[in-house]
């Protein structure tokens, strides 16, 4: 099994910075896919950023030039660098990954999500 951990939610105010981390366990051959989503109340989980194996990136219009994914292939851990926050943003961010088992059976992983609040 795959765990994923994530930390730096939490409340700032608009125009505030936060940046999430996500780090993946278990019997981990590679990752593939890291990605971040973010679910507000009434309203379908999205994409926000993703970042592939490549290195190659995509981010949700709503984020372009405010966010910013990384990550860290020797220690499997994302990033979301997020500035400028609106209560637009407001969500549980959730952090996904997908990739192989030493035995190169594929897993697809959810980390439990990450509250983000963005007031005054």
């Known amino acids: 099994q795959v765990k994923l951990v994530e930390s730096g939610g939490g409340l700032v105010q608009p125009g505030g910075s936060l940046r999430l981390s996500c780090a993946a366990s278990?019997?981990?051959?590679?990752?593939?896919?890291m990605g971040w989503y973010r679910q507000a109340p009434g309203k379908q989980r999205e994409l926000v950023a993703a970042i592939h194996s490549s290195g190659s990136t995509n981010d949700a219009d709503s984020v372009k030039g405010r966010f910013t994914i990384s990550r860290d292939n020797a220690k499997n851990t994302v990033k979301l660098q997020m500035n400028s926050l609106s209560p637009e943003d407001a969500a549980v961010y959730y952090c996904?990954?997908?990739?192989?088992?030493?035995?190169?059976?594929?897993?697809?992983?959810w980390g439990p999500g990450t509250q983000v609040t963005v007031s005054s």
């Open positions: 996904k990954t997908e990739g192989n088992y030493h035995d190169m059976r594929r897993f697809d992983a």
């Open positions: 278990g019997s981990i051959f590679s990752i593939n896919f």
